[in-house]
């Protein structure tokens, strides 16, 4: 075979492994998990022993420092994250890509922990979004040569301005995940004042009134009393309902399975109306998977209860081989979802949306005026 095809190979298989870093960064949406696969894809595509991407703080420091190919052990041994000085911070200061053969012979070189393994040829290239360098890649130890070469600064180079996107969608995403638990807390409080609030002040209206009448009218007195104690169970039924709302799920322990059942069962009782669970193919999922199903079908059921004025809701839980499908209908008043001011009014329509595509999902909402709703959210499973 000759020098060239030999190239020509090698050339294929490091853009069929670009194609596949650059889908993979794409697919992902959690932060902390698009900087490790970026990380993991550099040193792949530079061949090299180690790698690590550095995002700044600001302040001289480092938000963030991923690497790759250094065991758990050797990281703790190293210590603390490191400064944005010498040649890490040269790679955040200048937009040009820098590598050489032997890192301990530049001037910049110095610093570095005890415990951090001896390293020789460098190649560092700033990833840059809008003209802003956030962030830079860094290569160590070219796995069966002396340097790094042109190809291997070519792909670095073509990695970080996709990683750039990847970043700031990230960041988006994440901030967008905030919003919606900040949405989340927001609904709670206005559950809590809609329902516990004006219950409560009831109970004080009526007690009031109950101590006018025990001197006046006894008759009329317990007929108070009688109301004040059917508030009173209102009231701590809202409480009830809301608390476990709160209270974090053992879904680590019980699964999502269990958990769910133990849910529903509570709020059925709670609010007194028939929540039925039917699960095909119960099985373990990725913790991740678990805790976002279940947290959608709290926000789905929570609706249900809230809006729907239904006599019955079923969830449907169907975990097979490729697919998760996760299934709340209910039989209440129903809803025009392409209504304009649904999404003002159901704010947790987005935040399921939101978590559904987190997981490469989707979310649907069947619904029609007086014919009840659907939410229907399908995962691949993996």
């Known amino acids: 075979m000759r020098k060239d095809d030999v190239a020509t190979g090698a050339g294929h298989s490091a853009l069929h492994a670009m194609s596949d870093a650059i889908l993979a960064i794409s697919g992902e949406l959690s932060y902390d998990r698009v900087l490790q696969k970026m990380v993991d894809a550099a040193r792949d595509l530079a061949g090299a022993r180690y790698a690590a991407l550095g995002i700044p703080d600001g302040a001289g420091g480092f938000e963030e420092f991923i690497t790759s190919g250094m065991s758990d052990d050797t990281i703790a041994a190293i210590g603390p994250l490191p400064r944005t000085h010498g040649l890490l911070g040269a790679m955040l200061e200048d937009p040009a890509p820098f590598r050489t053969r032997d890192i301990k012979q530049d ?225 209440g008043r129903g809803f025009d979802p392409q209504a304009p001011n649904v999404r003002s009014k159901r704010l947790g329509l987005t935040s399921m949306r939101e978590r559904a595509e987190a997981m490469g999902g989707r979310l649907r909402v069947e619904s029609t005026p007086g014919e009840g709703t659907v939410v229907r959210v399908e995962v691949p499973r993996g």
């Open 107 to 331: 001037p910049r070189y110095g610093g570095w922990p005890s415990a951090h393994p001896l390293m020789s040829s460098f190649i560092g290239v700033p990833i840059v979004s809008r003209g802003e360098i956030i962030g830079a890649f860094y290569c160590t130890d070219k796995e069966g040569a002396a340097e790094f070469t042109d190809e291997d600064q070519l792909f670095i180079s073509m990695l970080a301005a996709h990683a750039a996107s990847a970043i700031e969608n990230a960041r988006l995403f994440e901030r967008s995940r905030e919003l919606s638990v900040v949405e989340e807390r927001n609904r709670l409080a206005r559950d809590l004042h809609d329902s516990v609030t004006q219950t409560l002040f009831s109970v004080v209206l009526t007690a009031e009134a109950t101590s006018t009448l025990l001197d006046r009218d006894i008759v009329q007195a317990k007929a108070q009393l009688a109301r004040l104690q059917e508030l009173s169970r209102d009231a701590l039924k809202e409480m009830r309902s809301l608390i476990f709302e709160l209270r974090s799920a053992e879904l680590e322990a019980d699964g999502l399975v269990a958990t769910l059942r133990k849910h529903l069962d509570v709020v059925g009782r709670v609010r007194r109306i028939p929540i039925e669970l039917h699960v095909e193919g119960e099985c373990r999922l990725a913790p991740d998977m678990e805790g976002e199903l279940f947290r959608i079908a709290q926000e789905a059921l929570n609706n249900a209860l809230k809006h729907s004025r239904s006599q019955r809701i079923d969830v449907d839980l169907r975990i097979a081989s490729g697919r998760v499908t996760l299934e709340v209908r209910d039989d």
